[in-house]
């Protein structure tokens, strides 16, 4: 349910108590722009946090950081002010009209926050040299802004699989640092949580395992689980736990938009879509004939069509299909669960949580740590996870800068 949105209102987060650093790798982006736009828009009161599962009863007295304390900052190679990425996104219906002048202030705040990502074209530093700036960068964010922690957020471009058309799990030994570990090892540098929503390598590189697991600090990834995969991990423990047979599971998806045009590379393109059919693969126990493609279609912007095609067998022998078609909008699925992620990491962080933390799995499309892949079972773990944050009693903010 949404209100009539106002000319202008007055929340500016500058003005808010210590709070909790979100900062967003890829800032400018859509699912970025969507993450501050609509957590405005929810502290405002002009919408209800429909999609957010932090919101929901289950995390009732958890100790979560209120969504008004969020401070949002990040990096971006791209130099589109948000407030004009928002009006873009307003003008393709992925934001509700008027919102943008309406969070004015808070698009503005966020904006003077985001800081030059890399490597930029011509980029003569280093992996150290680079990791040692972002981590810079995110130190300051904290200490400038006064906040108890910052979680990092990797929401830029998918980058392409590791081994280019084959993808792995894990980014071959010795293989040079793409990006998103970069960002990764600066945000242990810096001392702060990890969410890899994307399926980019992130902290999932050889030379940060070691790094990772001494850090003390908690992460989640990867890849979000908005649409196709998210249908794919209720249906097919379905079709096993009523002993029909897969026989084939094809799917497609047409989307444009910035992941869109990322996406047409069919490098980037594989790792994301090992992310899809891996839920098959573990939820029917072996990969069913048939192939999930993404095609960019740039006159869809961010509203994408996922179709999928799944032939099985019933008693007899009896074939038969089913047919799912998914159409949504990408970043307002997206956001909402960055918002949660942020929560959740945060808290986790407070309550000295450090690890792989599997019981996030219910987010992601290929979790990390031995999570099972049945979203109802991800839900049941999620809300173990809830009950163990109840446990660790609700902290009192402490402020960094002193500490550091
Ligand atoms: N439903 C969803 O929207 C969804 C679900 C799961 C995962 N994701 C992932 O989230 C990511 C963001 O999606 P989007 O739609 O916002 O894409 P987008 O193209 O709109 O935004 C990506 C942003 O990342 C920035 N970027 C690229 N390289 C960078 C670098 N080295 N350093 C800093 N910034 C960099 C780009 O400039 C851009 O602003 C994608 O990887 C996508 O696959 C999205």
Known sequence: MSVPVPVSVSTAVSDSPPGVGVWLIGARGSVATTVVAGRAALTAGLHTPTGMVTETALFTGTGLPPLSSLVFGGHDTVDCPLPKRAEALAAGGVLPHGLPTAVAAELAAAEREIRPGGPLPGDTRGPDELISAFATDIDDFVRRRGLTRAVVVNVASTEPAPTGSRPERLAPPGAALPPSSLYAAAALRAGCPYVNFTPSTGLHHPALAALAATS???????????????????????????????????????????????????????????????VLTDSLGATPEGETHIDDVPALGDWKTAWDHIAFDGFLGTRMVLQTTWQGCDSTLAAPLVLDLARLLARAHEASLSGPLPDLAFYFKDPLGDAPTALGEQYAKLAGFAERLRGHGVGGPEPREETR
């Not at 736990?241 to 084939?248: E, I, P, S, W």
């Open 216 to 278: 003390g600090l908690p992460y989640a990834g990867r890849d979000g689980k908005t649409g196709q995969t998210l249908l794919r991990s209720v249906l097919g423990p379905m079709f096993a736990q009523r002993a029909l047979t897969v026989r084939a599971w094809s799917g497609t998806n047409l989307l444009g938009g910035g992941d869109g045009a990322a996406l047409a590379d069919p490098a980037a393109a594989a790792a994301k879509n090992a992310g899809k059919e891996r």
